[in-house]
């Protein structure tokens, strides 16, 4: 693992990151989910596109990254871009992100995206979370903040208070607009029992990216640990046509 540290908005932030395959050319830059970091990707895709050189980050506040300051997902994009001119790998390199990542990535703009189970179309919320929410506000406007802490998601009660800001900023972000907007070439891979980005959502941003296709797997939101090969013939295929046009 290797640490780099980037300066972004008067903060200093230290990336964790790890690259495989440094001898080759062609990058291929993996971005993990809330709350999970690089080696749950690298688990899944170390042992496959071994033709790319493969760098995995952490994002900032996971991981071995540190986060200095409340974040939005288009901070998440600009410290991103930062690091990779630092590394060197700018260069218009596919980005896979799954989950929130897969938000980060979209922002970067890259020749070839590709979502695992990316969020970024809002899911109605159950009941009971509608009801926590209600409560908590009305707990905040009393004076009694501590029913917020009580009902915060378990998700969320591990975090600092800096990555629960932010997580409070990104849980809720549409990405309509960014999906509708991006203009590259994009591969979408979704689990068919997926509950956190169900797959009408990856039909949504199939239908918002212009150049999209949706492939979609057995399984549920980490559907790729177990078709990490599906995953990567599908990018394959899709590098293939980018480079047909």
Known sequence: MAIKSI???????????????PEQKRLIIFLHGWGSN?????????????TYKHIYIDLPGFGGST???????????NILELFLAQINA????????H????????????????????????VPKPLKIKLKIALTKLGNKLGFG????LFRADDAKALSETMYKTFKNVVNEEFSDSFRTFRHKALLCWGKDDTATPLYTAEEINELIADSRLAVFEGDHYFFMQ???????????????????
Do not use: W
């Open 67 to 77: 986060c200095s300051a409340p974040l939005v997902t288009e901070d998440y994009a």
């Open 227 to 245: 078709h990490a090969e599906g995953v990567a013939k599908e990018i394959e295929q899709s590098i293939l046509e980018m480079h047909q046009h």
């Open 38 to 50: 690089k080696e749950l990707m690298k688990g899944a895709f170390g042992a496959y596109l071994d």
């Open 146 to 149: 501590a029913i917020g802490a």
């Open 7 to 21: 300066q972004y908005r008067q903060k200093s932030f230290q990336i964790a990151y790890e690259v495989l395959n």
């Open 90 to 97: 700018n260069h218009d390199p596919i980005i896979v992100g």
């Open 99 to 122: 989950s929130f990542g897969g938000k980060v990535a979209t922002r970067l703009a890259p020749p070839l995206l590709v979502l695992l189970g990316s969020s970024g179309i809002l």
